[in-house]
């Protein structure tokens, strides 16, 4: 019985998942931002791309 509420009392598990909770929404927020960042990059380069293309004509 003590076994049992040794084991409800205990935060430490609680605190890992709460770190891994944010771990995972710092990394959630991260892939957001470089999907972001890569299609911004990509229209750039296109554009650059089109520029030189046309401009040796």
């Known amino acids: 019985m003590n076994l049992v509420k040794r084991f409800l009392v205990d935060q ?4 890992a998942i709460e770190y891994g909770l944010i771990a995972a ?5 991260i892939i957001a931002v470089v999907n972001s960042l890569g299609s911004q990059l990509k229209n750039t ?13």
């Open 12 to 15: 430490s598990g609680a605190t």
């Open 25 to 29: 929404g710092i990394s959630v927020a």
């Open 45 to 57: 380069f296109t554009n650059i791309s089109t520029q030189l293309g046309t401009a040796g004509q």
